[in-house]
């Protein structure tokens, strides 16, 4: 607030001077009006148009009184000549060109020895003579007491200022301070917080104005802690999750160091690779999980992409493993219809996908694999005739290492929120449901349909209308 002040003062000290000056000028100019009007009054005319000047002593005296300034006259007739008065004042130059009606008072300024004067003119004559036997009257006098009575205007003005501002600043500086208190309090109580609390600040005594931004920095806390909170249940899952099949290694490994019949030795390696398969599965899944998260933080570019030939090139990836297990892995072709997306978090949402489709699904059965697409959207269906889930299980089923009990196949519950993410990822939605026709589930996800902007297409083919491109010439047909 004191830059502004320091900018405000001198401005303020210039309107005064201003002010002050006009203010000065106008006792002072109606002076020099009774003047002019009393000496105008000394001057007769008779009918053949001559002038008489009679100045009693007395009136000279009376001009020179003033003790401070001083004071000069004289009259002239339209010729210049001077007819009495002081000899210094000299008519103006220009004096032919300014108004001269009879009875008004003018004024200009003029110098005298290299004072400033403020000059006070009028015309004397008589309304039926010629106006070239008028007689000129002009009384200047010296800036002397205009300056003085200016000076002491501003001076009434800025002085007290002098006081006033220094107060008005040590005011401003006490209320700020002392009205930002409770900020200053809030942000040592922020400052003084472990490094690890995330509960939120209280607002009992938070500055009314404060209240919606702690209240929004406190939302962001929540969040936070319950960004961390998942975090840590999931490092902890993790750790776990790796446990049991390290355990399981551990022990079969023991198992197999015992082993002397070469038979038993090699079932007992083989479920050690089995674990060992597992293991890295699950290494793996974390991985695509982590990946998948990370892309979303790093908002990676969606490029336009056919959904439904990421669909068919995946399918045919996976159909070897579906004759493996005998199921009738299916692909219905849709009409090319593009998203926005990441081919290669795509793909990894497809496959897992199918793998559960094919996992969840026993010998013998159908899972099938297709795009549709209806009016804005673009959805991913796989759906099979397994074994199925309830409804409860469905809305459980996208939590990182949640598994049905039961299902005698073995996995390390992230494919879903692997799905999940990816499909966070492209503003989709997934679901996993119960299959409505028969037994089985059936997961979709519902991507919205990428349209280039149609305005830019309108706009080309109307270019291309003009230049006669598209429109064959009259007559053509
Ligand atoms: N097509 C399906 N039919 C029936 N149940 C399913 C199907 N897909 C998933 N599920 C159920 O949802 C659970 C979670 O699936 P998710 O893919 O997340 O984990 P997972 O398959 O067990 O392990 P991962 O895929 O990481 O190897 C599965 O354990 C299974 O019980
Ligand atoms: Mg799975």
Redo the contacts with the bound molecule.
């Keep these: 607030m004191l830059a502004p002040l320091l900018f405000v003062w001198p401005l303020s000290i210039a309107v005064t001077h201003y002010f002050a000056s006009s203010v000065a000028t106008y006792p002072y100019d109606q002076a020099l009006r009774e003047n002019v009007n009393a000496l105008a009054r000394q001057i007769r005319f008779d009918k053949s148009g001559r002038s008489q000047i009679a100045l009693p002593a007395s009136a000279r005296a009376m001009l020179r009184a003033d003790e401070i300034d001083h004071v000069y006259f004289h009259v002239v007739n339209r010729k210049g000549v001077k007819l009495a008065g002081d000899s210094e004042l000299r008519v103006a130059e220009d004096m032919a060109y300014q108004p001269d009606e009879l009875g008004e008072i003018y004024f200009r300024e003029a110098e005298v020895n290299g004072q400033d004067l403020r000059v006070a003119y009028a015309y004397v004559g008589d309304p039926s003579l010629p106006r070239e036997k008028w007689l000129l009257v002009e009384v200047g006098e010296t800036l002397e007491k205009r300056s003085q009575l200016s000076n002491k205007i501003i001076a009434s003005v800025i002085l007290p200022q002098f006081v006033i501002i220094p107060l008005a600043v040590v005011l401003v500086w006490f209320g700020l301070s002392q009205g930002l208190q409770p900020l200053t309090r809030l942000r040592e109580r922020i400052e003084a917080r472990a490094e690890n609390d995330l509960s939120p600040i209280r607002t009992r005594r938070v500055p009314e104005e404060l209240q919606p931004l702690i209240d929004a920095f406190n939302g962001m806390l929540e969040r936070m802690r319950a960004n961390l909170a998942a975090q840590h249940r999931f490092i902890a899952d993790a750790a776990h999750q790796m446990r049991t099949p390290l355990t399981g290694l551990k022990t079969q490994a023991q198992l197999a160091m015992r082993e002397s019949d070469p038979e038993q030795l090699k079932n007992s390696l083989r479920q050690i690779a089995t674990s060992v398969d597992r293991a890295a ?1 699950l290494v793996n ?1 974390l991985l695509t999980l982590a990946r998948a998260e990370a892309s979303e933080q790093a908002q990676q570019a969606l490029v336009p992409l056919d959904l439904d030939s990421v669909l068919r090139q995946q399918v045919e990836e996976w159909v070897v493993r579906a004759l493996d297990r005998r199921i009738d892995l299916g692909y219905e072709p849709a009409p090319p219809s593009e998203i926005l997306g990441n081919a290669l978090l795509l793909r990894e949402l497809i496959s ?1 996908l199918i ?3 094919l ?2 699904t026993p010998e013998g059965g159908r899972v099938t694999c297709r795009v549709v697409v209806q009016g804005d959207f673009v959805t991913l269906e796989i759906e ?1 005739n ?4 309830s409804e409860e299980q469905a809305a459980m ?1 996208f939590e990182r290492f ?3 009990d039961g ?1 005698g196949v073995d ?7 692997i799905v999940r993410e990816i499909a966070e990822l492209h503003r989709a939605d997934a679901s ?1 449901r119960p299959n409505p026709a028969e037994r089985g ?1 059936i ?1 979709r996800v519902v991507f919205s349909r990428y349209q280039p902007m149609s305005a830019d297409g309108a706009f080309d083919a109307q270019v291309e209308g003009e230049l006669g491109v598209r429109n064959p010439p009259a007559g053509f047909v």
């Design positions: 599965h899944q897992n793998d559960n489709a996992r969840y099979d397994g074994i199925g889930l089923v949640y598994r049905v299902t996995g390390s519950g992230l494919g879903l929120a996993l589930a997961a």
